[in-house]
């Protein structure tokens, strides 16, 4: 074999190894997007999501602050059935409430599911009160009304801006059971 065959071959190889490795990397980065659209799609079906217009911020000297929405209160207890059990911890792990909030009892970046529902809250306040159907519904819908003793307001309502739980009612209902179900 001449030295030029031997060249050509060498190279040849080469080229063939980078289409392969090319082609393995695009396969891999295509099945990541597949997945991550699969994942948005998933999540689209719990939830609508709606695009909120941005607003013009301007500065003023005073600023009024917006009084806090109320909870869609139920006249009747949270039931905690099979059903709305089911779908309150379908909706814990699919609205990302179990990034900040554990069953545990473990502390994270909001206080644990764990036998929370009907224990004594102390709020940044200074306030104790129940963590009845009414505080758990509250604390959902609109998470700054209340802030419990060593969390930080507006880190709920920002990560869940985007579910506007005031506006479900039913996905509400469900996390109450799922919370209280938690002992």
């Known amino acids: 074999m001449s030295e030029?065959?031997?060249?050509?071959h060498?190279?040849?190889?080469?080229?063939?190894?980078?289409?392969?490795?090319?082609?393995?990397?695009?396969?891999?980065?295509?099945?990541l997007?597949?997945?991550?659209?699969a994942i948005g799609y998933h999540?689209?079906?719990?939830?609508?999501?709606?695009?909120t217009p941005t607003q013009p911020t301007t500065t003023t000297a005073t600023t009024t602050p917006t009084p806090p929405t109320t909870a869609p209160s139920t006249s009747a207890p949270v039931p905690v059935?099979?059903?709305?059990?089911?779908?309150?911890?379908?909706?814990?792990?699919s609205d990302g409430c179990s990034a900040c909030h554990s069953?545990?009892?473990?502390a994270g970046a909001g206080p644990?599911?764990?036998?929370?529902a009907g224990s004594s809250i102390t709020l940044s306040t200074g306030q104790i009160v129940t963590a009845d159907d009414a505080y758990l519904e509250q604390s959902i819908a609109n998470p700054d009304a209340q802030i419990v003793k060593g969390y930080r307001a507006g880190v709920m309502s920002a990560a869940i801006s985007s579910y506007d739980?005031?506006?479900?009612?039913?996905?509400?209902?469900?996390?109450?059971?799922f919370i209280k179900s938690q002992k």
């Open 103 to 106: 069953l545990s009892g473990s």
């Open 43 to 51: 999540r689209g079906q719990h939830h609508a999501r709606t695009a």
């Open 10 to 31: 060498t190279t040849s190889d080469g080229l063939w190894r980078w289409l392969i490795g090319g082609l393995a990397a695009g396969a891999a980065i295509l099945g």
């Open 33 to 37: 997007l597949i997945a991550a659209y």
């Open 4 to 8: 030029a065959t031997t060249s050509t």
């Open 165 to 177: 739980l005031a506006k479900n009612p039913a996905d509400i209902r469900a996390l109450v059971a």
């Open 81 to 93: 059935t099979a059903a709305l059990v089911a779908q309150g911890k379908s909706l814990y792990s």
């Open 112 to 116: 644990s599911f764990k036998g929370v």
